[in-house]
């Protein structure tokens, strides 16, 4: 059975701290890996994807991909109360998506 | 209209009730996707659609029926369906079938009494 695995939280941060959300996945030969953002009652967005080993930074997201170590992880620099949402890792071998169940972060003004 | 548009937006059955959940994309997009979303569990895929062709049928039991007319137009067919089948139902699309981030649309949150 492949999983992604992801600490439900939440995860609660200041805002301007930096917010740290972890991913595992058993699939050794998964490819492509995505963030995505969901707001409560409302659909996940893409945020980050990632298809090498290192980082990709893309404003205040950083995501980072360790294959050897079967995780992926998004930093959210100078978190804001609106980024707290439920952030969904997906990871993929070809085209079927395995998605955890979130973690939800808190983002304390 | 741009993106990937939902509806109903919200859905209340009966068990013996025939409804359908539309789902259209304005992308361009070659693929399409039905995903379930239920309470603490992760989204979990249903049906998988490229160019009109479905290349997915993930276990899904038969009183959901999906219906693809065109590349830019879902259905999802509902029948007799049963209360653990209360979810958020969630449309999708792709660039093509593969490694591609997803547009989801709003989804349809489905009461089934």
């Known amino acids: 059975q492949k999983e992604v695995e992801q600490n439900s939280g939440p995860l609660s941060v200041p805002e301007g701290a930096i917010a740290s959300l972890n991913c595992t996945y058993s699939d050794r030969g998964s490819q492509s890996f995505f963030w995505y953002r969901q707001y409560s009652g409302k659909s996940p967005e893409l945020i980050m994807s990632i298809y090498s080993n290192g980082d990709k930074e893309d404003g205040r997201f950083t995501a980072q991909l360790n294959k050897a170590s079967q995780y992926v992880s998004l930093l959210i620099r100078d978190s804001q109360p609106s980024d707290s949402a439920t952030y969904l890792c997906a990871v993929s071998g070809t085209y079927k998506y395995i998605f955890g169940t979130g973690t939800r972060l808190k983002v304390l003004a | 209209e741009t993106g990937v548009t939902q509806t109903p937006r919200h859905l209340v059955m009966g068990m013996t009730n025939k409804k359908s959940l539309k789902c259209e994309q304005h992308?361009?997009?070659?693929?399409m996707y039905w995903y379930k979303q239920s309470a603490k569990k992760p989204l979990e895929l249903m049906f998988v659609y490229s160019l009109e062709e479905r290349v997915e049928n993930n276990s899904v039991p038969s009183r959901f029926s999906p219906e693809c007319p065109n590349s830019s137009h879902l259905f999802l067919h509902l029948h007799t369906l049963q209360p653990e089948d209360s979810a958020l139902y969630l449309c999708?699309?792709?660039?093509?079938?593969?490694?591609?981030?997803?547009?989801f649309g709003s989804g349809t949150r489905l009461t089934v009494v």
């Open positions: 999708a699309s792709s660039q093509e079938l593969g490694p591609y981030g997803y547009t």
């Open positions: 992308l361009g997009h070659n693929a």
